[in-house]
């Protein structure tokens, strides 16, 4: 178990709030909002814009986590904020986009003690008592140095007489970097997002036609089966896949109650930021984290080569690629593009064709996920079992675990609802996995009207030293936690996927994967 001495530890023993649910989501668009950024930092102020057929409505503001089982804290509260209806946009024409250009209704302080974590705004009208969330992200704290000031020195090179800082005015302290990033997939969330009619994909758009632009200025919608989450992305609940629960808060309230040394960022983050990852012992990827910008792809690539972790509790990442475009009023990265046909995007067969909104791995040249994930998409609308080759039983994963022992054989239905496998033996892109890649588990799946295909859970570790787990499964996170089950997904806790979560955090911790054990085949 990780060191319970860091700011997330210290947080989660604070009491917890419960009844922070939705009491009667709001699926008529009686309230609903978003906000004016998906990702703020201590300090900062957000602005909220939201609909509200009520006169008025109450905000509060809860941290998500783990609480004594509580689930969140709330942080912040205002009452009794003018509201009034908001007109919801047709899809412009050429492209399908929705943007919302709805006026300010609140403004939110970022407190400068609030921790880093996954942020959800719960919205009540004041006559219906109807209710939606606005999800955003705090991001640990960044320090900023006074004008004129020299920058602070690295922590590996000590200052020089010349300079050392007086007694009087010291230096400020280096930013703080916790070991663990979580990455939030808020651009998986957007491109699935059918607020208003459309989305970046038919089968749940507004007359069959996708969007090719999606806007974050608009709400996150939601549907039937999933109003537990309505507003919140895919973060609690999801409604176009076979069980409606999310994977990330799952894993959020699994890392808290453990308590890792875990600070939280979205994928919009590292797509700006080239440093986000960068000093860390690992990045996670949890869940459905599907659509990466280039910069994304690069900036995670520059990390694991330089030796940090890659946790992918989950499948289909890094599968299309964006890019970010800015909103009608002139404000950077609110808007996502995608194509998905070479001919729809304007920079096919220009000199920017390394930004081809596309497969990566149909970019040119090829850029296929598997050389950086290990894995694959093998099926999506499936569910099997997970089911460990019995040869790699002695793995340092598998320790301490039933697995290990030989008493666990399978660990049914955590295999879904979109899976990997690996490229081994694969005609076309077996050239780029990872050399020395290993394959953990193997299940077989069968989608509809296909034959069985292979799932497959893999690990290898990169030149630089770095280890990359891939789950090779989006529902991994209901094997640590039951929150949202059996009302959004079957019971599917079990110890096992707790060990080797634990396993592979406390190797990405140390900076090394164990030696082999006397049973791991060489």
Known sequence: VAAASNPVAAENSLPGTPGWDLKTPATAHEIEGYAGAISAAPKDTL????????????????????????????????????????????????DGLIECAWPVSCRIPIGA???????????????????AYVPFVVREPEVRRRKGAPPAPSASSAPSASSAPSASSPPPAPPRRAPILFQCAVTTWQAYNTWGGKSLYDFNSRGGARAIRVSFDRPFGSGPGAWE?????????????????????????????????????TNLDVHRDASIGLGRKALLHVGHDEYWSRAMRDNVERARERGVNLGIFGANTCYWQIRFERSSRG??????????????????????????????RNLHPWRPEMALTGAMLSAE????DFVPLPEQ????????????????????????????????????????????????????????????????????TAASGATVFAA?????????????????????????????????????????APSPGPRFPE
């Open 472 to 512: 090779g499964t989006i529902q991994w996170s209901w094997g640590l936690d039951d929150w949202g089950a059996p009302a959004l997904h079957p019971p599917r806790r079990h110890p096992d996927i707790e060990g080797i979560t634990r396993n592979v955090l406390e190797a990405f911790l140390r900076g090394t």
């Open 229 to 265: 989450g309505l507003g919140a992305g895919e973060f609690l609940s999801v409604d176009h896949t076979p069980r409606a629960g999310g994977w990330e808060y799952p894993m959020v309230r699994w890392l808290e109650r453990e308590g890792y040394d875990v600070a939280y960022a």
């Open 393 to 460: 039983r002695g793995h340092w994963v598998y320790r301490g675990t039933g697995i290990a022992s030989g008493k666990t054989r399978a660990v049914p239905g955590l295999m879904g609802y979109e899976v990997d496998r690996a490229a081994i033996g694969d005609s076309i892109y077996e050239r780029w996995s990872p050399r020395g890649l290993q394959v953990l588990a193997r299940s077989r799946v069968t989608p509809r009207n296909q034959g069985p295909v292979p799932v497959e859970t893999t690990v290898y």
């Open 47 to 94: 602005a909220f814009h939201v609909s509200s057929a009520s006169p008025r409505f109450d905000v509060e503001v809860f941290r998500m986590g783990w609480y004594g089982g509580a689930g969140a804290r709330r942080v912040h509260v205002l009452k009794g904020i003018r509201g009034a209806r908001r007109a919801i946009p047709a899809p412009r024409r050429e």
């Open 381 to 384: 609308n499936v569910e099997g």
């Open 331 to 360: 404000e950077a990265d609110r808007v996502l593009f995608c194509a998905k046909e070479p001919e729809r995007d304007p920079v096919y067969d220009t000199a920017r064709d390394a930004d081809l909104t596309v497969h990566f």
């Open 113 to 131: 003690q609030w921790v880093t974590g996954v942020y959800l705004v719960r919205l009540t009208g004041s006559l219906d008592g109807k209710q």
